[in-house]
């Protein structure tokens, strides 16, 4: 009766230390990457009326970082994706507080393909006085489904502001990419 209680314990200590010898980064490195696209990682919205000039800016919000993590599932050749977008957003000085609403892309791609794209909306505000804020956004998680001879990280979550055709040409002429 010791002798199998000890067996027990040996087990589950066992387990337990497989379990968390596994590091988020081991298995971060089999999920699918992450990026933001830079052309679509900074969105300046200007004055109604104005010309797109630094010095007509309502606020600027770039995509500062993205991270990733997930859970394989091998039998079904899924992955489960999470994500976690990292937002700096800044404006000129203003005595009034301000909320703002703008679109955003999560996209799964594997080599030039993109698999699925998916549109969300990210609202954020200024404090009266505020110039900056920094936060976190995390999107739905992202079912990853992977072809038969692919891997996990063959695959890529993408996002970006979904721009108007204007503002990514303004972007591009302006060297205007991240944050």
Known sequence: ???SRISIIFVLVTTCVVLTGCSSDKRAALCPGAAALVEASVLTEY???TTPDPA???Y???ISNVT????IDAGARTADTSLVIHVVATRPPSALAARYR????VAVRQGPDIQSKKIYWLTFGFAPGE?????????DSTVVKIADDKQPYDYQLVTGFQLTREQLNYNRKMG???S
């Not at 110039?131 to 999107?139: G, I, K, M």
């Open 68 to 71: 990733t993590d997930c859970d």
């Open 47 to 49: 004055l109604p009326g």
């Open 56 to 58: 007509h800016a309502l």
């Open 176 to 178: 205007n990419y991240g």
């Open 131 to 139: 110039t900056s804020v920094a936060f976190d956004r995390e999107p």
């Open 102 to 105: 703008v679109p955003y892309f």
């Open 1 to 3: 009766m010791m002798q």
């Open 60 to 62: 600027r919000i770039a």
